[in-house]
Every structure is written in structure tokens, then in C-alpha cells.
């Protein structure tokens, strides 16, 4: 089953923000899109986003770059999907593209009715896999810390 979804296009004049610079929005869109892609595909199903975290802008992407965005599954729950993206450009004149920002995002499968549904299990072949299945097991349990910090706002 093929984790990784990559998305490649040019980044536009309407994407600009008022530094020149690639605005922060049209990303996370870009992340969201590319996020979803890889998350139905894994498991053939509507997906929701039910988390977005620890997003880092490295560096600004500028108009007319190439821009690749890479969504990869990294951990699967019962029902959910961890997926890691990163975004990256190059000038067109370039080889080589330059990691631009980083994030995790977590999508439920669900049916028709709204309700979760199972999805594939991930099972990490590689090294780097094993260890991007930490990684997500360590942020989730982050997760949990900060969720539990934050409860008295949310009343």
C-alpha cells in the first residue's frame, strides 16, 4: 500500500502576501490538500481533519518557485491517521528543492454518516519509518499534556 502522496506545482502571484512571500495561508492549505490526498487514499474513505500541530515555517517560499509537498502516513490508529508533511521549493533555475515547513496532521476516516471508521493498519518497514512511528507516538502523547493544560479555556 503506498504511504506518500507528493504534490508539485508553481506558486502563484495570487498566493503572494504583502512581504512579496508566499502567504502562510495558501500553505497550510497546500498541507491540508496534499494531507487529505494521502489520507483517503490509505484508507478509501471520506477523511476529517481532526488535528493540525506543531506547524514550522522554516524559511519563506517565494512566488514562481516549484513548491513539492510530501504527505506520508507515519501512524495509524483504530481510526485515525497520522500524517507527515513537509513542504519544500526551489527556484526554477535549481536542482535542488529547500525544506520550507513542517507539520503533523491527524485525519479520521468516516462514513457517509459522519461516524469513524477503521482504517489499514500502518505497519513501518524501513528505519526511517520506524522512527517517524516514534515520532508520532512521542507527539501524541505530547498532545495529551497540552490538551489536558488547556482544558480550563475551553469551558
Same mark, same amino acid.
Given at each position: ?37 494521502? #489520507? &483517503?487514499?490509505?484508507? &478509501? ?25 510530501? #504527505? ?7 481510526? &485515525? ?7 519544500? &521549493? ?32 500502518? #505497519? ?11 515520532? #508520532? ?19
Amino acid at each position: 500500500m503506498n504511504t506518500k502522496t507528493v504534490f508539485q506545482f508553481i506558486s502563484e502571484p495570487s498566493d503572494v502576501n504583502y512581504g512579496g512571500n508566499v502567504h502562510g495561508g495558501s500553505v497550510m492549505k497546500w498541507i491540508d490538500q496534499a494531507g487529505y490526498a494521502c #489520507a &483517503s487514499s490509505w484508507s &478509501s474513505s471520506y477523511c476529517v481533519t481532526v488535528y493540525v500541530g506543531g506547524i514550522r515555517f522554516y524559511s519563506p517560499i517565494k512566488i514562481g518557485h516549484i513548491v513539492k509537498v510530501e #504527505a506520508e502516513v507515519i501512524y495509524t490508529g483504530r481510526t &485515525s491517521m497520522h500524517i507527515a508533511i513537509n513542504v519544500f &521549493s526551489r527556484n526554477i533555475k535549481r536542482k535542488e528543492f529547500e525544506k520550507k515547513t513542517h507539520c503533523i496532521i491527524v485525519f479520521v476516516a468516516v462514513d457517509d454518516e459522519g461516524n469513524s471508521v477503521e482504517v489499514p493498519k500502518f #505497519a513501518p518497514q524501513t528505519e526511517q519509518e520506524k522512527q517517524m512511528e516514534k515520532y #508520532a507516538v512521542k507527539l501524541m502523547d505530547l498532545r495529551k499534556n497540552i490538551e489536558e493544560e488547556m482544558k480550563p479555556f475551553f469551558e
